[in-house]
């Protein structure tokens, strides 16, 4: 997961990422607004430990 501040520098970490892609395999881009993540529905019925822990409204920069 990587967050990137605005479309520019999506446009940039996309074309990084096509330049380095491997040749074999697959890689997939998901491109989501921090409004879309928000509405992110969880099906398990239950909030796993991470969520109880650090609650749903943070994210993980990598």
């Not at 990137?4 to 380095?20: A, T």
């Not at 998901?30 to 409004?35: P, Q, R, V, Y």
Request: glycine share 6%; proline share 3%; hydrophobic share 30%.
């Amino acid at each position: 997961m990587r967050i990137l501040p605005n479309r520019k520098s999506l446009d940039k970490y996309y074309s990084r990422l096509k330049e380095y892609a491997p040749i074999g395999g697959c890689v997939r881009v998901l491109k989501m607004t921090e409004k879309q993540y928000a509405s992110t529905w969880y099906l398990t019925g239950e909030e796993d430990y991470q969520e109880k822990a650090v609650g749903t409204n943070c994210h993980i920069m990598l």
